[in-house]
Structures are given as C-alpha cells and as structure tokens.
T-cell receptor
Framework: NAGVTQTPKFQVLKTGQSMTLQCAQD?????MSWYRQDPGMGLRLIHY???????DQGEVPNGYNVSRSTTEDFPLRLLSAAPSQTSVYFC??????????????FGPGTRLTVT | KQEVTQIPAALSVPEGENLVLNCSFT??????LQWFRQDPGKGLTSLLL?????REQTSGRLNASLDKSSGRSTLYIAASQPGDSATYLC????????????FGKGTKLTVNP
C-alpha cells in the first residue's frame, strides 16, 4: 500500500493562477479530507468527502473547490490563487464504517507559495 | 464549538527524561482522540488512537490516556531520545457521524543529547 499520496510536493503560483492539488489513496477509504496548516493556526479543515459523489465544506472552504468522482481520488482546486492561500496542504483519509475506529491517515503534504 | 488546546507550546528536555504532553478539549462528546507526530517539513504520522470508551493506549515507549469527563488527554513518553524531537499534535473527532478532526496547535518537543 502506498497509503495517501499527494502531488506536487512543492508549487509556486502567481496571484490569479489556478491549479489542482492531487490526492489519492489505495486503502479503499470512504472518507477523505483536505486541511491547510499555517503557523500559529494549526490544521484547519477545507473540504471533506464521505464517499464518491459526496462532498461538503469544512471550516475554511472559500477559494477552493473539490470533487470526488472515484473512491481513490480527491483533488483540491484553487480557482484564482491569492497570497493568503500560501500554506501547507494535507490530504487525509479514513474508513467510514459505523462503529469503526475512524483512524485518519495523512499524506506528506504540498507546500504552496502564492506570490 | 470544539476547541483543542495543547500546553506547553514548546518543551526542551535532556535525553533519558520521562515527559508528559498535555491536550485539553472543551466538548466532552468526542468519539475518539488521536495523537500525531510531525517532523519538520513532513506530514503527520499517527501515534495512538483512543476511543471514547477507552482510558489509555500504549505503543512502545508511548502511553496516551484519556479522561473524557474532564476533557483531558496526556501523552507520556518514557526514556526520551533525540529521535523523539518533533511536534506532537492531538486531534479529536466528535460524536454524531461527522468525521472531521479538530486539532490542537501542537507541542514542539526537543530532546537534547
């Protein structure tokens, strides 16, 4: 198992550009989510999905879009990058079975800088 | 709204010392609590997960306890080593179906040789 993978590892964008951060997992997890990590702010939830075709907003969703067409993939789209979106982005996944442990597994992160 | 606090924000200890990291949460209606380790520039590695019905979990030199009624968890590290230097994060998952995690801001641990 590769676990949770994220690409790219690093990215520099100019203000106004768009891009997609990729996340994939090979553990057949139903639940996937995106967090951003900023100094002094901790990790904050952007968007999450409880299964293919189902997504919902987290704490800081503005400026980001997601879709979930397959169980394995959960891409995060930045529509028009802003300097405030400079951050480290983490993707996570877990089982979503009733009564399950719901232990979450995280990817290695994508470091994004918007100039 | 659930809030998770970790104190202290940073801790420096000599090698070999036993130490305790603290995590507190405001809403006791949690499903589980998870401790993570994060090395500089890296992702999060799950260390221990405690279900709300459990009091503690152990893995090697690590022991995590949970007192749900008082809203507290501790991570005990025995015989600390320089390789334990990292940031330790705790996160809680609420009851009621949401799988969202609420994170503390972490404790940065430095173990000096």
């Amino acid at each position: 198992n590769a676990g949770v993978t994220q690409t790219p590892k690093f990215q520099v964008l100019k203000t106004g550009q768009s891009m997609t951060l990729q996340c994939a997992q090979d553990m057949n997890h139903e639940y996937m989510s995106w967090y951003r990590q900023d100094p002094g702010m901790g990790l904050r939830l952007i968007h999450y999905s409880v299964g293919a075709g189902i997504t919902d907003q987290g704490e800081v969703p503005n400026g980001y879009n997601v879709s979930r067409s397959t169980t394995e993939d959960f891409p995060l789209r930045l529509l028009s990058a802003a300097p405030s979106q400079t951050s480290v982005y983490f993707c996570a996944s877990s089982y979503s079975l009733a009564g399950g442990p719901y232990e979450q597994y995280f990817g290695p992160g994508t470091r994004l800088t918007v100039t | 709204k659930q809030e998770v606090t970790q104190i202290p924000a940073a801790l420096s200890v000599p090698e070999g010392e036993n130490l305790v990291l603290n995590c507190s949460f405001t809403d006791s209606a949690i499903y589980n609590l998870q401790w993570f380790r994060q090395d500089p520039g890296k992702g999060l590695t799950s260390l221990l997960l405690i279900q709300s019905s459990q009091r503690e979990q152990t893995s090697g030199r690590l022991n995590a306890s949970l007192d749900k009624s008082s809203g507290r968890s501790t991570l005990y590290i025995a015989a600390s080593q320089p390789g334990d230097s990292a940031t330790y994060l705790c996160a809680v998952k609420a009851q009621g179906g949401s799988e969202k995690l609420v994170f503390g801001k972490g404790t940065k641990l430095t173990v000096n040789p």
